[in-house]
């Protein structure tokens, strides 16, 4: 059964940091692309980073590019977006997901970068990151 998971949400002060995890389950994490999207209350999903299953290449949005970094550790099938110098707008839930890419995917994340949320094939459940003083 293909799942993921996320954890390490949680509730932080302006400028602090949080590292999400998201572990990978009946399938090989080596051969996906895995992305973090967020959506905050009243918003639409948003992609926040992804990371390639070729050569490992990472892609940011904008909103988080300097402090979010994405990983990936195959031997623990887990995948990461570590969060620095947080602000109240990165306040959501984070989700991950991932796809086995087929050619025109990869060829779409390299030219665009983020795929966007329908390229994904599983999803977790998410996790809650509130960012307040």
Do not use: M, N
């Given at each position: 059964q293909v799942?993921?998971?996320e954890s390490g949400g949680g509730l932080v002060q302006p400028?602090?940091?949080?590292?999400?995890?998201?572990?990978?389950?009946?399938?090989?994490?080596?051969?996906?692309?895995?992305?973090?999207?967020?959506q905050?209350?009243?918003?639409?999903?948003?992609?926040?980073?992804?990371?390639?299953s070729s050569d490992n290449s990472t892609y940011?949005?904008?909103?988080v590019k300097g402090r979010f970094t994405i990983s990936r550790d195959n031997a623990e099938k887990t995948a990461y977006l570590q969060m620095n110098s947080?602000?109240?707008?990165?306040?959501a839930l984070y989700y991950c997901a991932g796809v086995y890419p087929t050619a025109a995917q990869s060829l779409l994340l390299?030219?665009?970068g983020l795929l966007p949320e329908n390229e994904y094939d599983?999803?977790?459940q998410g996790t809650q990151v509130t960012v307040s003083s």
């Open positions: 799942q993921l998971v400028g602090g940091s949080l590292r999400l995890s998201c572990a990978a389950s009946g399938f090989t994490l080596d051969y996906h692309v895995i992305g973090w999207f967020r905050a209350p009243g918003k639409e999903r948003e992609g926040v980073s992804c990371i390639s940011y949005a904008d909103s947080l602000k109240p707008e990165d306040t390299r030219r665009h599983f999803w977790g």
